[in-house]
């Protein structure tokens, strides 16, 4: 089945220790974005990949770290935790084209709750 | 810069009502329009899209038109069942714009509840 899985679903944190939430996708899709959903903001792009080795910034990379080593991975750091990095993680992968993800579907993971205390 | 626009939350219909989602966006270049639905519990998944000026999409009876003369993408659906209950997003993503190739620019989300 065609999906992207994250890992945990659940976390519950405390300040300052260090967590990493996985990504992967079994499409083959070149790119992969993480995006945080918060109450009355809607969905923020935090990092996207488009492709092995190849990340860049969304509207709120601050706190966070992302890798891209292998094209089915895309995993989601977070070297010091605070509580405003309380949130609803997504990932999400597409294929691209000669114009980057502009026509393509996002494909969503389930989310993953994140809790800082 | 980019941006979306929706109507604000939370709406509340009875079934068989008509519904209408406003979506308004600003780009810089040339846009492809998504409507994007999530239901309780889960990830977002793609409901319809549209890639060029004055192109409908539409699915499970949604539908929505790109106009670009007035930087819309209402989301209309004739007649709502308790099932559409879901949250939904416009979204918005670019194309030939060197840097922005690969971002996706989403609405704050409209919370629709229909009751039988």
């Known amino acids: 089945e065609a999906q992207v899985t994250q890992n945990p679903r659940y976390l519950i944190t405390v300040t300052g220790k260090k967590l990493t939430v996985t990504c992967s996708q079994n499409m083959n899709h070149e790119y992969m974005s993480w995006y945080r959903q918060d109450p009355g903001l809607g969905l923020r792009q935090i990092y996207y990949?488009?492709?092995?080795?190849?990340?860049d910034k969304g509207d709120v990379p601050e706190g966070y770290k992302v890798s891209r080593k292998e094209k089915r991975n895309f995993p989601l750091i977070l070297e010091s935790p605070s509580p405003n990095q309380t949130s609803l993680y997504f990932c999400?992968?597409?294929?691209?084209?000669?114009?980057?993800?502009?026509?393509?579907?996002?494909?969503f993971g389930p989310g993953t709750r994140l809790l800082v205390l | 810069g980019n941006s979306v626009t929706q109507m604000e939350g939370p709406v509340t219909l009875s079934e068989e009502a008509f519904l209408t989602i406003n979506c308004t966006y600003t780009?810089?270049?040339?846009?492809?329009l998504f409507w994007y639905v999530q239901y309780p519990g889960e990830g977002l998944q793609l409901l319809l899209k549209a890639t060029k000026a004055d192109d409908k999409g539409s699915n499970k009876g949604f539908e929505a038109t790109y106009r670009k003369e007035t930087t819309s993408f209402h989301l209309e659906k004739g007649s709502v069942q308790v099932s559409d209950s879901a949250v939904y997003f416009c979204a918005l993503s670019e194309r030939n714009r060197g840097s922005t190739l690969g971002r996706l620019y989403f609405g704050r989300g409209t919370q629709l509840t229909v009751w039988p």
């Open positions: 990949s488009m492709n092995v080795e190849v990340t």
């Open positions: 999400a992968s597409s294929p691209t084209s000669g114009q980057g993800i502009g026509e393509e579907t996002q494909y």
């Open positions: 780009a810089t270049g040339y846009p492809s």
